[in-house]
T-cell receptor
Framework: KQEVTQIPAALSVPEGENLVLNCSFT??????LQWFRQDPGKGLTSLLL?????REQTSGRLNASLDKSSGRSTLYIAASQPGDSATYLC???????????FGAGTRLFVKA | DARVTQTPRHKVTEMGQEVTMRCQPI?????VFWYRQTMMQGLELLAY????????DSGMPKDRFSAEMPDATLATLKIQPSEPRDSAVYFC???????????FGEGSRLTVL
């Protein structure tokens, strides 16, 4: 059974700092890994999708990496801004059944 | 602007009442997921469909929950009878099998008194 863990659970940083969010998964037989952002009271917004054959994806100040063999992914946010404050969730889609399982998320607060 | 649409956005009901939540997936998407989000449990997968066929509903309490896709433009999640512990935000998401990217609706916030 796939389990997804995100560390840290919460993070507070000053504006401008670079930061890394971590995601680990127990079953390496994945189809893809996706990072989402969720603002309070809102739905989830897809940030980056990494296919199992890829090592990383970049979008603006965001960079996500994937190491399937070790069961890890990181989301790197450069030059953080107060608008980045949100909960960031990692989701893994397994091969075969294509079931998508989420981690508990990392709540990020960027102080102005 | 293609998006997943969920109704109702908010629902307050009394214990024992039937609740039906609806989802319109993005046109052309053939995979639909239902998730439940609570502070304690986070996002839990309840059920998912591919080409309208249910693939897995092992996350749902079978005695009170049911999920269906009457057609390609509508997915429903029904709770009967509802209980206070069902209070949560229910999300629908749709996607294409090839890319696997998921797109979420805004959610239906359910409060059972």
């Amino acid at each position: 059974k796939q389990e997804v863990t995100q560390i840290p659970a919460a993070l507070s940083v000053p504006e401008g700092e670079n930061l890394v969010l971590n995601c680990s998964f127990t079953d390496s037989a994945i189809y893809n890994l996706q990072w989402f952002r969720q603002d309070p009271g809102k739905g989830l917004t897809s940030l980056l999708l990494i296919q199992s054959s890829q090592r990383e994806q970049t979008s603006g100040r965001l960079n996500a990496s994937l190491d399937k063999s070790s069961g890890r992914s990181t989301l790197y946010i450069a030059a953080s801004q107060p608008g980045d404050s949100a909960t960031y969730l990692c989701a893994v889609t397994n091969t075969g059944g294509f079931k998508t399982i989420f981690g508990a998320g990392t709540r990020l607060f960027v102080k102005a | 602007d293609a998006r997943v649409t969920q109704t109702p956005r908010h629902k307050v009901t009394e214990m024992g009442q039937e609740v039906t939540m609806r989802c319109q997936p993005i046109l052309g998407h053939n995979t639909v997921f239902w998730y439940r989000q609570t502070m304690m449990q986070g996002l839990e997968l309840l059920a998912y469909f591919r080409n309208r066929a249910p693939l897995d509903d092992s996350g749902m309490p079978k005695d009170r929950f049911s999920a269906e896709m009457p057609d390609a433009t509508l997915a429903t999640l029904k709770i009967q009878p509802s209980e206070p512990r069902d209070s949560a935000v229910y999300f629908c998401a749709s996607g294409l099998r090839v890319s696997g990217e998921l797109f979420f609706g805004e959610g239906s916030r359910l409060t059972v008194l």
